[in-house]
């Protein structure tokens, strides 16, 4: 026997592919929109979720008993406003460079729908063991689909990877832009994100039409 | 035995506990790691500056902000940075914290007509001097700001841009080489008027090979955040120009 029983790896696997949050649940799509233009954000980003979605899920599953259901919605939100102000805050005493990077996304991680979806539909039902692999899966899921975009949308737009070149100099003419290929201008802005979501939903359920919703 | 957690005096409760549980963890955190952080932020700045007039470690590097090393920052910003110089009100005043001043209050008294401060840092490099006048606007979601510095023919001799919100890829690119490098040589004179410098889009001048346009080639999928950068430029200068009048080598 493994270290994690079946259903346990199904926590981690599900949302990488069959129930991806983004392109099956549609959630999260407001911040994969937003920064995925670049590889080093989405990868940001990526980390920040799975940190904050792993620890935020334990702390709510702990907390389950004990939270009010009427004002359960509000309590799920200072959990997760706490934690990334404390992480925040302490990479800024320590990490100060590291901290500029991720200072944009501290509001974007607060109002991520998943974090909220999956401490309302999992971590308020389920032990913190089965929360933290569900929060990582849900993360993971996430962080997949990001990069996927974000790798499509930096390279067609800018011709780099992580910011590095990789199709020559588009001002010097050198590489693939000697033969006359130009960056799409459009990759960069954010309805290109929407469209590369839109792409590998398409792929997706191509390739599993058990996905596709009946009429 | 269960709680019966949907009573109204429990969720009271509960919410008074988790209100004073999570505000004594962020004040703790705050306090305690207040020194630690203005530690960070007083480097920052100084790097900042020196960026602007050319102390960096940028060398053959032509991507990438490299700053000088946060353990020897303060002592070139001693060695680099002659003169700290406060204008208020029409006097010039030597103050060795000026660059601490925080140019958002000041601005903010300003508008509100009350009397402010604004900083002036003068370098010395190779026996070249540089007037480094900080600058403060807005981008698309938030605050930006920079530093500029010129030479006495009001050219600039380079530029730090930061920013707190802005789109990562996007806006936030104004602290990349390739957009704050397009400055440098620029003059933010036009004639005898100060007009700053426009961050402008469709300028013909990919290149920007043209430097007495007082123009830079825009950020693609930044427009906002590149007319708030032309606004803050445009502001500064304006504020500055008294000063910079006298400086300048006519």
């Not at chain 1, 992480?87 to 501290?106: G, I, P, W």
């Amino acid at each position: 026997m493994g270290l994690l029983s079946k259903k346990d790896t199904n926590l981690i696997l599900d949302p990488l592919a069959d129930n991806n949050p983004i392109t099956i649940q549609v959630l999260g799509i407001c911040s994969a929109l937003a920064i995925t233009a670049e590889l080093k954000a989405s990868l940001v980003m990526a980390v920040s979720v799975i940190f904050v979605l792993g620890v935020g899920n334990v702390v709510i599953s702990l907390m389950r008993n004990i939270i009010p259901s009427k004002i359960r919605i509000i309590v799920q939100l200072i959990v997760v406003a706490t934690l990334v102000i404390i992480v925040d805050q302490v990479l800024k005493a320590f990490a100060y460079e590291l901290s500029k990077t991720l200072a944009v996304f501290v509001g974007l991680i607060i109002t991520n729908c998943i974090i909220m979806g999956r401490f309302e539909a999992f971590a308020l039902a389920n032990g913190p063991w089965k929360s933290f692999l569900d929060g990582i899966g849900n993360a993971l899921g996430y962080g997949v689909i990001l990069l996927i975009v974000g790798f499509f949308r930096e390279l067609l737009g800018s011709g780099t990877l992580f910011g590095i070149p990789v199709l020559g100099d588009p001002i010097a003419k050198t590489g693939l832009y000697a033969t006359g290929y130009e960056n799409n201008g459009f990759m960069i802005i954010p309805p290109a994100a929407l469209i590369v979501v839109g792409i590998i939903i398409w792929v997706q359920r191509m390739k599993n039409p058990a996905l596709v919703e009946e009429n | 035995m269960a709680i019966d957690t949907d009573k109204n005096s429990y969720t009271v409760i509960f919410a008074a506990v988790m209100v004073v549980v999570v505000g004594s963890i962020l004040a703790f955190l705050a306090s305690g790691l207040r020194p630690n952080i203005q530690e960070n932020e007083r480097f920052e700045k100084q790097q900042n500056i020196l960026y602007a007039m050319g102390i960096n470690e940028n060398g053959d590097d032509k991507g990438a902000v490299n700053f000088i090393p946060t353990d020897v920052v303060e002592g070139e910003f001693a060695n680099y940075i002659k003169e700290q110089l406060v204008i208020e009100g029409g006097k010039t005043t030597e103050d060795k914290e000026a660059y601490l001043i925080d140019m958002k209050k000041q601005l903010a008294a300003k508008k509100k007509g009350q009397p402010y401060k604004l900083p002036v840092f003068i370098g010395e490099k190779d026996g070249k001097k540089f007037y480094i006048i900080p600058m403060y606007g807005k981008g698309l979601w938030d605050a930006i700001w920079g530093f500029v510095a010129l030479d006495d023919s009001l050219t600039v001799q380079g530029v730090y841009f930061d920013h707190k919100a802005e789109t990562p890829g996007l806006g936030a690119n104004i602290k990349m080489r390739y957009f704050m490098d397009d400055f440098t040589g620029e003059t933010i004179l036009k004639g005898t008027q100060y007009a700053g410098i426009s961050v402008a889009k469709g300028n013909n001048d990919p290149l920007n090979k043209e430097k007495t346009d007082n123009e830079v080639d825009a950020l693609a999928g930044a427009t906002i955040t590149g007319n708030g950068v032309s606004a803050m430029i445009k502001e500064s200068v304006n504020l500055y120009k008294p000063y910079l009048e006298t400086i300048r080598v006519k």
